[in-house]
């Protein structure tokens, strides 16, 4: 069985209760609000969240589907505040909520979606969950001011993975943390899927970062240098144009996917450690399967 097989009913209740909760609390965002929202997306941070809980032999409860729903919401509203601060024109193949409505009204829309988030957060049961996001987002703030602030300095491979993982990996780290502390899970449990999540997140980010050295130059002209980049200047430390064009751009973009394997690889493995009887085998599969492919 595939992932989306197993998801898809919870991602049609995920997106019946996004529309309902902006709709529920209207303004005059809405319209644009919800285009944004309901653009094509994987909904990976739900999709993760739902087969953490599937893999912990459970099937998503009320409350891991608001988890689910405020992760959406909170990933939304940090798209579009990084899309201000990239002055990006492009996002989720339609043009960004910032280049098509401005600065300001961004930065609103952004700041609703965050207090929609923190209103599902508000409806759980489970208070400890409210410290677990505030948490993350706080790591996940600091990943952002640490990479505004070494913007078009060449960092070392091992600097690019704490602001890869501070940067994109802490939601990740939120919704498993968060599912297994809704399901009581045990504290052995509960670092492996912690471990995954991190690993998972870190993954994800490296291959979009390396497709967009593939296929355009936002982060460079960004001053963002990511792993790439880093190769290459290793490589041409003189050199202060990384050009896409270069016919050697190929093996600095094989280099980093082969990285990007190996931690895929070893992130997937590292759920063998789970004990058996704790979980699910076909959705701890699913999961490996979606780090290894994602």
Do not use: W
């Not at 009913?9 to 996004?18: F, M, N, V």
């Not at 809405?30 to 653009?39: N, S, T």
């Not at 209103?119 to 505030?134: A, C, N, T």
């Not at 504290?187 to 355009?216: P, W």
């Amino acid at each position: 069985m595939k992932p989306e097989d197993i998801i898809k009913p919870y991602i049609s209740l995920l997106e019946q209760d996004l529309k309902t909760l902006v709709i529920e609390n209207e303004n005059e965002l809405k319209d644009d609000v919800l285009g944004f929202l309901f653009a094509p997306s994987k909904r990976l941070r739900p999709v993760f969240t739902y087969l953490c809980s599937f893999a912990l032999k459970n099937k998503p409860s009320g409350d891991i589907q608001k988890i689910a729903l405020a992760l959406e919401l909170l990933h939304s509203a940090t798209l579009i505040h990084d899309d201000i601060l990239d002055e990006s024109t492009q996002r989720r193949g339609r043009e960004s909520f910032y280049s098509k409505f401005g600065a300001k009204r961004a930065v609103i829309a952004g700041d609703y979606l965050l207090s929609l988030c923190f209103k599902v957060l508000s409806e759980l049961k489970h208070p400890d969950v409210f410290k677990i996001f505030s948490s993350n987002i706080l790591k996940t703030i600091n990943g952002e001011i640490n990479q505004f602030n070494t913007r078009f300095q060449i960092s070392s491979k091992e600097e690019y993975f704490r602001k890869t993982s501070a940067k994109t990996a802490n939601l990740f780290v939120c919704a498993a943390q968060s599912v297994c502390s809704i399901l009581g899970t045990d504290e052995y449990t509960k670092n492996v899927f912690e471990d995954f999540a991190l690993g998972f997140g870190t993954v994800f980010q490296m291959r979009n970062d390396i497709k967009d050295f593939s296929c355009s130059k936002d982060d460079i002209e960004n001053g963002i240098y990511t792993l790439c980049a880093i190769y290459f200047k290793q490589d041409n430390p003189s050199c202060d144009i990384i050009d896409l064009e270069s016919n050697k751009a190929a093996l600095y973009i094989k280099k980093a996917a082969d990285e990007t394997d190996k931690i895929a690889q070893d992130t997937a493995d590292g759920l063998n450690r789970l004990k058996d009887g704790t979980y699910d085998l076909s959705a701890v599969d699913m999961l490996k399967n979606l780090c290894l492919n994602i």
